[in-house]
């Protein structure tokens, strides 16, 4: 059973992830009703004052708003698109990138962050280094990889193979990025109140897909190796992934669960 000195930081991260996982419940609640949740849960919180949890409670709240403000501060800047989708990190194709922070436009193959539904572009010579990676942006830039090779698939061959392969060099940077991330790094840049388990957990689930999403590019060009890639043979691969023809596609993929790919 808890006591009065048990240790505050233990308390504080039970009811942050509390309030995180039902957060539409518990909104409003008060002390007494957040500390019955933890004790329904696990008893070792039966000896927690109704006092005690409510200065945990309160304290838990202020730095939830202050990650939602700090979220909202981060629209429209090198940071974030003005929808807050996260910015993806990608190497320009053409030299008519603009930067929206600087202005400055960037030449071919320069590497830019940037949001494709918020159309919002980030220079990283000037604006974003690319070793200032959160959780959101090597999700994002994941979410955009796979995008890029999915469309790439309903290109000819001699286009196809191309894209293939600055996708499959995009897709290496990727994946050197998240063996780098700090853990301490992605728990202080993470726009949800994450724990340094929690980031690992996500990193490695992120690696597992970059090397899916390898292998998936490496199947495809053995595919356009042997003389493939003629339409019949489009159509089976998109049927095989989505129960689709290439032609029926849709824009984008369908949301990943947090631990799919």
Sequence with gaps: ??????????????????????KDEFIDAGPKAVLAALQSEDEKWSGISAPKCKRVLQAVRAEITKREADALARRKTKWDCPGGHGLARFMTHHASFCCDVCRCYVNQGAGMWGCREC??????????????QGLVDLEATLTSLEK?????????AADEKTALAQLESEVHQLEKALDAAD?????????DLISEEDARKRRKELLKCTEELLESIERRFKVLRDGGGDAEEKQTSAAEAGGYTASEAPAAPAPREEAAC
């Design 1 to 22: 059973m808890a006591e009065a000195g048990d240790d505050a930081a233990e308390l504080h991260l039970a009811v942050r992830k509390l309030l995180l996982a039902r």
């Design 119 to 132: 159309d919002w572009d980030v220079c990283e010579q000037k604006c974003r280094p690319k070793d200032t």
């Design 148 to 156: 890029r090779v999915e469309a790439a698939r309903r290109s000819i």
């Design 183 to 191: 853990l301490s790094v992605l728990v202080k840049t993470s726009l």
